[in-house]
């Protein structure tokens, strides 16, 4: 289509509030599914952008939505003129003189005459894979950027059709992407008819659960876009190509069922101590580290659950089931629980494990603790033994139960990664007297991995909270769970909820 002399285009950054008779040209860069408002009406949200890279957030309300069905296609570009421009309220914004557009059956769009739209411009911000971890379970979003690597059959939760796919980048971390309701049959089935190509794929606005350790999910608001045509976009479909083999084997040994490869053990700097965590008012998981105690010796240590999605039924091993939490013929099979106290020098908190988290710990398989409970032989002294002889890094989350007059928080192990507290000392011990003159006390240097100096403190934090343990108290010394904090959990500046 040839500009008309009588219509002078200009860019995003010249459109104002009260401006007539103006004329831009838009890309389609985002068309999310059309929603309900609180006061029960339609909408549909769009976002443009133009040749200069500057993004425009646009709405389309009611029978308009309908009145537009085929225009504003994803990528492709429209001349547009005269909608409604307004300044977006203040709690919205996220640049100085933000405005947002209103488009209805009076604003003028007319498509661009041309056969491959132009490329789009570096303008996400995508959430690195190896960063996901940081919004699990909070009420962030994230943007990605990947190749889908595979895509698993349709299912339906109740009557609301779901699918999986895997997705990947260059961090070699495959996850699980859930695609929901009409993100499952309009771009779900898309990407099962292409799925040979490893297509690209753009997820906007996803959640990240613990569900199976990390997982991703479309939700409300969120927008799927395959095979965009973006700049970032061209690396990574030639790292793909050139790593077909290895994606191949990550896919076939199933990596992203892998929980350590999802979440692998932190750096010294992604670590808070205990009372950090507790007067932290997000509702999201940290990593903490500390030393166990086993709480209570008539707890039960397992339970019956689904198989898939792990939700407690009052029913027999091996029973076959349509569960009402994933909708999916299971078995039910018993489950490891424990429930644990975890402390470091800052303080403590009660802490759940279950399945392999909680089976790490215990000296007896689990086949083996239903018999002995069952005969009433089972030696509570060893567990004891064996839980308080680790140091655990855990991933731990806040919950809410609501029981009794006033809601209390409760607190779960996403992950836990187990390690031996003799080796673990004495490894700390060799690595700090290799660093130490040969006068100098290892435990007690300053330069020793900046350890607290002060022994009869250390030895009074470590009683104070492990009065019954069979470990020396001074052996914790060489361990962060009694050293000065001097760093926070690590998060990235364009991760943070403001």
């Not at 943007?143 to 595979?150: H, K, M, T, V």
């Not at 490894?427 to 006068?439: D, E, G, K, V, Y």
């Not at 240097?445 to 030895?459: D, G, K, M, R």
Request: glycine content about 4%; hydrophobic content about 35%; charged content about 20%.
């Amino acid at each position: 289509m040839e500009l008309q002399e009588d219509r002078k285009v200009i860019a995003f950054a010249e459109i104002i509030p009260g401006l007539r008779d103006w004329t831009t040209i838009v890309q389609v860069l985002d068309k999310q599914k059309p929603l309900l408002s609180k006061a029960g009406n339609r909408y549909q949200k769009l976002t443009l952008i133009d040749g200069q890279g500057t993004t425009v957030e646009a709405m389309i309300y009611k029978s308009d939505i309908e009145f537009f069905r085929n225009h504003f296609r994803l990528y492709m570009r429209y001349m547009l003129s005269n909608a409604r421009v307004e300044y977006t309220p203040l709690e919205y914004r996220v640049r100085e003189n933000q405005c947002t557009w209103y488009i209805d059956n009076s604003t003028v769009v007319q498509a661009m005459d041309e056969p491959n739209p132009p490329e789009i411009p570096p303008v996400f911000r995508f959430t690195p894979f190896r960063r996901f971890y940081q919004h699990i379970d909070d009420t962030s979003d994230i943007d990605i950027l990947g190749i889908i690597a595979e895509v698993h059959q349709r299912f339906h939760k109740g009557t609301t059709p779901t699918r999986e796919i895997v997705i990947i980048d260059k961090s070699f971390m495959p996850v699980i992407l859930t695609l929901w309701g009409d993100h499952e049959t309009d771009e779900g089935q898309a990407i099962a008819n292409m799925i040979q190509s490893m297509p690209l794929i753009v997820g906007l606005r996803l959640r990240v659960s613990s569900y199976h350790t990390l997982n991703l999910s479309t939700k409300f608001g969120s927008s799927v876009l395959v095979n965009p045509p973006i700049q970032q976009g061209s690396m990574l479909r030639q790292w793909a190509m050139e790593n077909k083999t290895q994606i191949n084997d990550l896919i076939t040994q199933r990596a992203y069922l892998n929980r350590t490869s999802l979440l692998p053990q932190p750096t010294e700097d992604e670590l808070c101590t205990i009372k950090e965590f507790l007067n932290l008012p997000m509702k999201k998981a940290y990593w903490i580290q500390g030393s166990p105690r086993f709480l209570d010796k008539s707890q039960r240590l397992w339970y019956n659950a689904c198989s898939n999605c792990h939700k407690s039924f009052r029913a027999k091993p091996q029973w076959k089931i349509i569960c009402t939490s994933c909708n999916k013929n299971v078995n039910i099979l018993p489950r490891s629980r424990l429930t644990i106290e975890l402390a470091d020098y800052s303080g403590n908190l009660t802490l759940d494990l279950y399945d392999n988290d909680a089976q790490q710990l215990l000296p007896f398989t689990l086949p083996q603790i239903q018999e002995l409970e069952g005969k009433h032989q089972l030696d509570y002294t060893a567990i004891e033994q064996a839980i308080e002889s680790s140091i655990l890094t855990c991933f731990v989350k806040k919950m809410t139960r609501n029981r009794g007059p006033a809601d209390t928080e409760k607190y779960a192990a996403i992950i836990v990664h187990k390690a031996n507290a003799a080796e673990l000392i004495s490894s700390t011990s060799r690595n700090s007297a290799s660093t130490s003159t040969p006068s100098t006390n290892p435990l007690t240097a300053p330069e020793s991995s900046n350890l607290t100096t002060n022994s009869t403190i250390l030895n009074a934090t470590a009683q104070s909270y492990r009065g019954a343990t069979n470990l020396d108290s001074n052996l914790f010394t060489t361990l962060k769970i009694t050293e000065t904090p001097t760093k926070k959990q690590r998060t990235d500046p364009t991760d943070m909820e403001l």
